[in-house]
Every structure is written in C-alpha cells, then in structure tokens.
C-alpha cells in the first residue's frame, strides 16, 4: 500500500501546486482573497520558519513601543499645556525634565526648580530664546506650585515651545534615544 501523494510530495512542490493565480485573483475580490489564498500556505511551511517569522515581527513592534509611550506621554502634556489649565505649568514642566532626561542629562529631586533649569541650560546649551523661554516657564511652575491658585498665563505654551525648540537644535536626540528614550523607560 502506498502513501498518499500529498505525503509524498515534497513541501516545496506542493507549495507551488497550492497558489494558483486566476485563484488569487478571485479570492481577492471577494475581501477574504488573501487569507483564503494564504491559509493552505500557512500549513506548508514549517513551524520554526512561522515562529522566526513572528518573533522578527513582533519584536520590531516591541522594540518600537518605548518611543510610543514617549510620543504619547509628550503629546498628552503638550494637550495639557495648551488647555492651560490648572495643571498646565506641571505639564510643562514634566515635558522639559523628560526631554532633559532623553538627551542624558537628569535632574535630581533635591534641586528645585530654579536650579534645575540653570543645570538644563548649561548642560544642552540652550541659545538665548530657549533660555528666555525658560526663564517664563520656571516663573509660571512656581507660580503654579507656589502661589495660591495663581493663573498659568498665556505665554506659557509658547515659552515651552521656545524651549523645546532650542533643545532640538543645541541638544538634538540620537538615533538611540530617539527610539528607546530614557524618560519612557522603567526605572529601577
């Protein structure tokens, strides 16, 4: 008695024998084409080479998701500065430490703010719009924390900019923290 011809036949003859263009065609039409083309594929092809192939795949989106978390984080607080509500200045100020932090230079939690922002411009080289923008910023923080119920001004999500903006020229990201920035990273 002998084995069927399917068995028989090498996965690569019947890979070939599987796909048949007119087929595809057809079957794309209908939306469901390329699953229904596809499906006998999946079956044809050893597991390790499926298994490869998701794990190259996925682990390109994993690697991704550290910058995600990032561009999230920095989209919410600039959402918050340009409300301007009451928790505008700390948003702002939240954005500049991390921005800070991806370029290498952190701040401690003994410095106040005043003495942070000296070390921020020194250490990125802030020109003088950034500074000038800074200076606004650190007045609206402590304002903010400081002051009872003090009204975060108008200028406060231009003077980010200026900041943000100064940084990106003296201080511009790598490639490295441009993907795996430091601030969107779990601290041990």
Do not use: C
């Amino acid at each position: 008695m002998s084995a069927p011809l399917a068995a028989a036949t090498p996965w690569r003859a019947r890979l070939t024998k599987t796909v048949v263009l007119p087929e595809f065609w057809a079957a794309t039409a209908t939306g469901l084409g390329v699953i229904a083309v596809l499906l006998p594929l999946w079956w044809t092809l050893p597991g390790f080479v499926w298994a490869l192939l998701l794990i190259v795949l996925g682990g390109g989106y994993l690697a991704l998701l550290p910058s995600w978390v990032r561009g999230a984080l920095r989209q919410q607080r600039l959402d918050a500065v340009a409300a301007g509500g009451e928790d505008a200045a700390d948003a702002a100020w939240q954005e500049l430490v991390a921005a800070s932090v991806d370029r290498g230079t952190g701040i401690s939690d003994t410095d106040t703010v005043r003495v942070a922002a000296t070390k921020l411009a020194r250490e990125h080289s802030l020109d003088e719009s950034g500074r000038a923008g800074l200076r606004v910023l650190v007045g609206e923080v402590e304002r903010s924390w400081y002051g009872a119920g003090a009204p975060v001004r108008s200028e406060l999500p231009a003077a980010l900019e200026q900041v943000l903006a100064s940084l990106a020229v003296n201080a511009p990201l790598s490639l490295r923290a441009k993907l795996f920035p430091r601030s969107a990273m779990p601290t041990r």
